[in-house]
């Protein structure tokens, strides 16, 4: 099976700005996470969807957001980007239910200037 | 909430010697415990699990204890090569949210 994918890959935003990432889960599974690196720091996480539905939120502000499509492909959101949003964004995939063994993606390297 | 606490943050070992990463939980209700091995520049991988029904789980040179009473589980390195160099995530996972809350990972030098 192909493994966890995300676009892009990198990306350069002005403060102000909003962004859109994007993670293919594995074939199959239906849960996908997304988690903030930040260097120095461990995995933050953001937020949790399965079968279209967020179904576990970390704490991070209103401005973070997510969903998930009926092919468990999801998206996340940051509008108005602030310096501190600058990190690794990592999304990761599990089946959801029964199995729970989490796959990472490559993750999107986000720069805000 | 739910909470792991790992330690070290950093630890060095000399090449062939062992090395163990501790981490403690919070929620009892925690069922599913993994390990993952990010190298610099890539992304964290699944190296081991255990699950709460298991005691110690073993995969060639590393290996997985769990203390339920105790809501601790460690992972342990033998033989280390320069290449198990790497930060080491551990992490609980509730049975009832599936939520993952991850520990603050260690640091894994091995001098050759």
């Known amino acids: 099976k192909a493994g966890v994918t995300q676009t892009p890959r990198y990306l350069i935003k002005t403060r102000g700005q909003q962004v859109t990432l994007s993670c293919s889960p594995i074939?199959?599974?239906?849960?996908v996470s997304w988690y903030q690196q930040t260097p120095g720091q461990g995995l933050q996480f953001l937020f949790e969807?399965?079968?279209?539905?967020?179904?576990n939120k970390g704490n991070f502000p209103g401005r973070f957001s997510g969903r998930q499509f009926s092919n468990s492909r999801s998206e996340m959101n940051v509008s108005t980007l602030e310096l501190g949003d600058s990190a690794l964004y990592l999304c990761?995939?599990?089946?959801?239910?029964?199995?729970?063994?989490?796959?990472f993606g490559p993750g999107t390297r986000l720069t805000v200037t | 909430g739910e909470n792991v606490e790992q330690h070290p943050s950093t630890l060095s070992v000399q090449e062939g010697d062992s090395a163990v990463i501790k981490c403690t939980y919070s929620?009892?209700?925690?069922?599913?415990f993994p390990w993952y091995k990010q190298e610099l520049g890539k992304r964290p991988q699944l190296i081991i699990d255990i699950r709460s029904n298991v005691g110690e789980k073993k995969d060639q040179r590393i290996a997985v204890t769990l203390n339920k009473t105790a809501k601790h589980f460690s992972l342990h390195i033998t033989e280390t090569q320069p290449e198990d160099s790497a930060v080491y995530f551990c992490?609980?996972?509730?049975?009832?949210?599936?939520?993952?809350?991850f520990g603050t990972g260690t640091r894994l030098k091995v001098l050759a």
């Open positions: 992490a609980a996972i509730d049975s009832g949210t599936y939520k993952y809350i």
């Open positions: 929620d009892s209700a925690s069922n599913y």
């Open positions: 990761a995939s599990s089946p959801g239910q029964g199995g729970n063994e989490q796959y």
């Open positions: 969807y399965f079968s279209e539905t967020q179904r």
């Open positions: 074939s199959g599974h239906r849960s």
